[in-house]
């Protein structure tokens, strides 16, 4: 991708609108779990899923597998910033309030994405990228409308959710200044197994229950499955490969569509009621993510 353009690419593109509908929808599946499995138990059957899928796609591919020499410090900390920290944090804080709503907080990612991209990697900030900010941060202002007030009745939960978010930032910096030299799938698949190990060993000392998924109901075991395939698999992998081939201020922005999908899918799963709110904000979103996507020039397409 030229440094000189902020449109991305026809496949990146595809991949932002993929991943806005795999991790948009996934958030009140995710909530019907937990209400039979405990979180960390739920994130260890997931990270398992998506380490072995991803290692298994590397493998059959041929792709490099093996971690260059001196970059495993910086795998660490990405993936401890990037899945560990995200996946405890976004589950226990969903726990406390309407999926749609923790998807909202936990999607205040792109401001912290945008700041980072401006202070710590020194990315310009275009009128383009200002107005996707103020766009987007609206609409999500909108969609908390009246949750405010079950904001301050659950302060955790919302601290939680908003830590997720500036902890996905962070990672998102991190991959962009120190890279790691692997192809998407290994890259993210070594992610899933390293947070795999501190995630299975808060689960074995914290949380009671079993790691079995055949006692789960019918909900939640096929939300626990699509999150082992869809949200883990492929949803992580889109994340990654947007995240090491586009700005950070424009992928952070691009995933503004993802709480608008997860309230509305909270709606149809959970039986949420649609308010004007709701639709005022899908607009200002959309038009965030427009003003970001659309192109202003030709750019060439992505290997891997």
């Known amino acids: 991708m030229s440094p000189r353009t902020s449109a991305l690419p026809p496949s990146i593109i595809v991949l932002v609108v993929l991943l806005a509908l795999g991790w948009g929808s996934n958030w009140p599946l995710m909530k019907a779990v937990m209400t039979e499995m405990a979180p960390l138990h739920f994130r260890v059957l997931c990270l398992t899923a998506g380490a072995v899928g991803l290692f298994a796609i590397a493998r059959a591919n041929r792709l490099p597998i093996r971690v260059p020499r001196g970059q495993w410090p910086r795998l660490v900390v990405i993936t401890a910033f990037n899945v560990a920290a995200w996946n405890v944090l976004a ?39 200002l107005a996707g900010v103020v766009l987007g941060l609206l609409g999500m202002l909108l969609l908390l409308g009246e949750e405010v007030r079950a904001v301050g009745r659950s302060p955790t939960g919302a601290l ?48 009671k229950g079993s790691f079995s998924p055949f006692g789960l109901s019918t909900l939640p075991l096929m939300g ?12 992580n992998w889109a994340w990654i490969k947007i995240a090491t081939h586009a700005p950070i201020s424009v992928s952070s922005l691009s995933t503004l569509m993802i709480p608008i999908v997860g309230v509305f899918s909270g709606m149809l799963v959970l039986g949420e009621r649609p308010q004007w709110s709701d639709f005022a ?15 202003q020039r030709r750019a060439a397409g992505l290997r891997d």
Not at 109 to 114: E, S
Not at 173 to 189: C, E
Not at 282 to 294: D, I, K, Q, S, Y
């Open 91 to 129: 589950v226990y804080g969903v726990t406390f309030m309407d999926s749609g709503r923790a998807a909202i907080l936990a999607y205040t990612f792109p401001v912290w994405g945008v700041l980072l991209g401006v202070w710590f990697l020194r990315e310009p900030l275009t009128g383009r990228r």
């Open 160 to 207: 939680l959710l908003v830590a997720s978010a500036i902890c996905w930032a962070i990672s998102t910096a991190i991959m962009k200044r120190w890279p790691v030299s692997l192809p998407t799938t290994s890259f993210t698949g070594w992610q899933m197994f390293l947070a795999l190990l501190p995630i299975t060993a808060g689960a074995l000392v914290f949380e």
């Open 224 to 235: 626990l499955i699509y999150n082992a395939l869809v949200s883990s698999i492929f949803c």
């Open 281 to 295: 904000a899908l607009v200002l979103v959309v038009g965030a993510v427009a003003v970001v996507l659309m192109p």
